[in-house]
């Protein structure tokens, strides 16, 4: 699939509803976004696609007025704007839904429609004005007009992203960008999504349409627009690309593969999966041996995360079974995964992995506390030291002084205490989910490395993550979970848009027969 020629890029004819001419943005020493150019016609579906950290979102927000760029110009209708605050985007027409909700629960969905721009009759809120106006902008998805008056935390995550695209479009937007808005929804609920996006485009209403699923992409957008390290490659007719040359301009041909770095051959299986089911994943198997690192890649949405949450206790499964060590697992809870040698690192480190104000012995020893006691009552404040001080030295913490509190540490250093928490007692399987997110290149080789020692101990390794290259650089066996289940397995060294293309929903030829052939046994 690798080497599929790009086609011509589109040729704009016509003034764009918005025009996006050197853009360039970048965050202290990172460069988010080299250079971008961007032509938006009035009703068109235009969809933007690119690796995690090529520079998509960073772009959007600078539409939106939530970034403002180092350099470049932007034009609305053919008249140069500056928008410097998120207020002043809507006041242009220009409204972004993301993929987390942003709603206030306990308001109805009226009030949260009009929040802010309530409709007034003399010195009162025109509750009836402001109903009307919400029920025909949901009529477009469906939804029954009670729903209207109902809160927001009452309802499924579908019609909430339902709500937040009739608050934009209550709005009057001329623009709308729609951030990974399939990412949490079910088929029906996307159907009723493009049919919506349909009738918007065909009222006028520009649509940037941002996804990591690029088969969806056929049935929705009118052109691609595809960046990489930064800089768009440009801009597409839909017609002329498949799922393969998509993915072919969205890694290039710089990524090299695997790190080649030779282990040892895997020994016994130390966790396996089968059939496990639960109410966001279904029919998952997979083996982890002794000294391999298992890579589960999937897309924003996929199931990636609730799979390796299941494997700690952190997700409730409805169905299947596993193994720890040849015995029958069901973890109870995270505490009953820890006693049992399983550890893992979760993906939000600032919600679930840290106490920021504490020291960085503290953070490191509270995960172990029967570890550090004496007696089973009283903690050894000589032996806290001591371990922070050893992991402070083996995985690189820069830091004057492990008391020093975990708030003063960079984001990759701050990861690397969460991770130190899980070694204190040699785990026999640790489970990362986003191990690297948000750390700089550095602090990712470095926790790539400490990823690789513990393999060469013997550790089970199992990583859950969205970052494409991350997966590839790492991986024995990478697995690709799409739509909540395991779709299709790659050995190291496979090729990247091939990987790609298959968490986006398809297959090359030969996975094909190699999946009938299985179905056949």
């Not at 004005?129 to 209207?148: P, W």
């Not at 499924?156 to 479009?169: D, E, H, R």
């Not at 001329?174 to 049919?195: N, Q, V």
Request: glycine share 10%; net charge neutral.
């Amino acid at each position: 699939m690798a080497g599929v020629a790009a086609p011509a890029p589109r040729a704009t004819v016509g003034v764009p509803r918005l025009s996006l001419k050197g853009v360039s943005k970048h965050f202290g020493g990172v460069q988010a976004i080299k250079h971008a150019d961007l032509d938006l016609m009035p009703g068109e579906v235009h969809a933007l696609v690119g690796e995690n950290g090529a520079g998509k979102s960073t772009l959007i927000k600078i539409v939106a007025g939530a970034e403002h760029p180092d350099t470049g110009t932007m034009e609305l209708d053919g008249k140069a704007v500056t928008v410097r605050t998120a207020s002043a985007a809507l006041d242009l027409g220009i409204a972004t839904v993301y993929q987390e909700a942003q709603l206030f629960g306990q308001l109805t969905v009226a009030e949260n429609t009009f929040l802010g721009r309530e409709a007034r009759k003399g010195p009162f809120v025109d509750w009836e004005a402001q109903n009307d106006r919400v029920r025909e902008a949901l009529a477009a998805f469906g939804l029954s007009d009670d729903i209207v008056t109902r809160k927001v935390e009452e309802l499924s995550a579908g019609q909430q992203q339902q709500v937040s695209i009739a608050k934009a479009l209550v709005g009057n937007a001329r623009i709308l960008i729609l951030d990974e808005p399939s990412a949490i929804l079910t088929d029906a609920e996307i159907d009723t999504l493009f049919t919506a996006i349909r009738r918007l485009a065909a009222a006028g209403v520009s649509v940037i349409y941002i996804s990591h699923r690029l088969d969806e992409l056929f049935q929705i957008a009118d052109v691609v627009t595809v960046m990489r390290d930064g800089e768009t490659l440009g801009t597409f007719h839909t017609g002329d690309l498949t799922v393969g040359s998509i993915a072919d301009m969205m890694v290039g041909g710089e990524f090299q593969g695997s790190s080649g770095k030779q282990r040892a051959a895997a020994r016994d299986v130390y966790l396996s999966l089968r059939g496990l089911r639960s109410n966001r994943f279904h029919d998952v198997s997979l083996d982890v041996r002794s000294g391999e690192i298992v890579v589960l890649f999937g897309l924003v949405g996929s199931g990636v995360a609730e799979i390796a949450s299941a494997t700690y206790g952190k997700t409730a499964i409805t169905g299947g079974r596993m193994e720890l060590k040849g015995k029958p697992y069901r973890p109870s809870s995270p505490a009953h995964a820890q006693r049992l040698r399983l550890a893992m690192l979760p993906a939000n480190r600032k919600l679930e992995g840290l106490l920021s104000f504490q020291p960085i012995a503290f953070n490191i020893s509270i995960g172990s506390l029967s570890f550090f006691s004496r007696a089973g009552v009283f903690m050894s404040r000589r032996l806290e030291k001591e371990k922070a001080d050893e992991f402070v030295k083996t995985l690189a913490i820069k830091t004057p002084d492990p008391t020093r509190a975990v708030s003063t540490l960079s984001g990759g250093n701050a990861q690397k205490v969460v991770l130190a928490r899980q070694l204190v007692e040699l785990p026999d399987v640790l489970v990362l989910a986003e191990p690297t997110q948000g750390v700089d290149i550095q602090a990712k080789d470095e926790i790539h490395k400490i990823i690789d020692d513990l393999c060469a101990k013997g550790t089970a390794v199992l990583i859950a993550t969205s970052d494409l290259g991350e997966a590839m650089r790492i991986a024995d066996r990478l697995i690709v979970i799409r739509n909540g289940t395991t779709f299709t397995e790659f050995e190291r060294g496979a090729n990247q848009a091939d990987v790609l293309a298959a968490a986006s929903g398809q297959l090359s030829g030969e996975q094909e027969l190699a999946l009938q052939r299985e179905g056949a046994r």
